[in-house]
């Protein structure tokens, strides 16, 4: 074979085939991980993380309603896809709307992107998607700086099979440098959706300082009509000019990334689990605890949020006592103090067990989401 042949083979081989990992930013871009929910009915007038992980509905103020769901019906080489099924149309946009799927990046994980500096790197975002009935859907980038933040946008065509969509975007030497920390420094909204406020300029393919009324110009309505769906997966975001083939992590490599921002400790006694953590009584009516989950994003300030307390009992001494009240706080980046209360019964010093009530599966959730 010759030099040249081999070089050509060498190009055919990375261009169809996955190139050495860690190149993709976006964490769960094959929507393989739903920590949360798989389904979630009736999601629009608000804005959060309702089904797979790092994804979030930022749909506040509309009419419309949505099951969003992880989906089995995606191309070839995936497994998932997020699903926006419209169960509520909205033909009449406000003003103030967008309807958007959004993804968070920490500015440290994006500082090797250079951007406000003069070595800033041009970068391609590229996504597999579908509708079942054609739809414009607007990207729009924003970046966080020092100062003003930065935007860019790029509108894609969907039709009704799966087509991979990319755009390369510009090497950003304008405005003040990237915040580099663990706050958030790129925010990518997928938009479907959108008001004046955000349609009545012209948009803007090159890097600029935010301006609102260009994010999301020409927009389509994904709620125009109930029989409307939209499908989304392969969401990648890389250095250089050129979409390369998907980035596929393992399961527990995707899951161990979700779970920075998101964790859930579920315990399910029809499994044969129901033991959440050892703690101590320091009265007759309370429990502390440590709750170990993995390193968050947050150092303090994750937030807790549990299931009805009475999903929840103590075992001391030998005897079981529903719980009437739990709470907790953030201790460190890996570790919660969970507080269980019970109306009596309990010795000061003695050990126990926080478990499972009658009602499984039940839930501690620590979030750190951006």
């Keep these: 074979m010759t030099k040249a042949a081999e070089l050509a083979k060498m190009g055919e081989v990375i261009t169809n085939d996955q190139i050495g990992g860690r190149r993709n930013v976006i964490i769960n871009g094959s929507q393989q991980v739903a920590q949360r929910a798989t389904s979630v009915a009736d999601v629009g007038g608000s804005q959060g993380y309702f089904c797979t992980d790092r994804f979030k509905s930022t749909l506040s103020g509309t009419a419309a309603r949505y099951t969003v769901s992880q989906d089995s019906d995606a191309p070839a080489g995936f497994s998932k896809a997020l699903k926006y099924d419209v169960t509520t149309a909205d033909t009449s946009v406000a003003a103030d709307e967008f309807h958007a799927i959004s993804y968070r990046a920490e500015g440290q994980d994006i500082s090797h992107f250079e951007w406000g500096t003069s070595d800033a790197k041009k970068c391609t975002f590229s996504f597999y998607a579908k509708a079942t009935a054609a739809q414009t859907v607007v990207v729009n980038f924003v970046r966080a700086t020092s100062g003003t933040s930065r935007s860019v946008s790029k509108a894609f065509s969907i039709t009704t099979s799966y087509q991979r969509f990319t755009f390369t975007l510009p090497a950003d030497t304008g405005g003040s440098a990237q915040v580099e920390t663990n706050a958030e420094g790129l925010a990518i909204h997928i938009g479907f959706g959108g008001g004046s406020n955000f349609t009545g300029g ?23 009509s109930t029989d409307n ?33 998101f964790y859930v400790q579920r315990e399910d006694t029809s499994t044969g689990s129901g033991h959440f953590c050892v703690g101590q009584c320091n009265a007759t009516t309370r429990m502390d605890c440590i709750l ?33 009240s739990i709470a907790g706080e953030s201790s460190s980046p890996n570790t919660t103090v969970v507080f269980a209360t019970v109306s009596s019964g309990l010795t000061a010093g003695n050990a126990g067990l926080l478990l499972v009530h009658t ?8 979030d750190s989401e951006l």
Excluded at 230 to 255: C, D, K, M, N, Y
């Design 202 to 224: 012209t948009i803007n393919e090159t890097w600029e300082d935010i301006t609102n009324n260009k994010r999301f110009a020409g927009v389509g309505n994904l709620a125009s």
């Design 359 to 366: 009602n499984s599966p039940v839930d501690i959730k620590i």
């Design 292 to 324: 170990p989950h993995p390193h968050m994003r947050l150092a303090h300030g994750h937030t807790i949020s549990f299931d009805t307390a009475s999903d929840y009992r103590i075992q001391s001494g030998g005897t079981l006592t529903t719980c009437s």
């Design 229 to 261: 769906n939209f499908f989304i997966t392969g969401i990648q975001l890389e250095v250089g000019s050129q979409a390369t083939p998907f980035e596929h992590r393992s399961f527990g490599e995707e899951l161990a990334l979700c779970q920075r921002y």
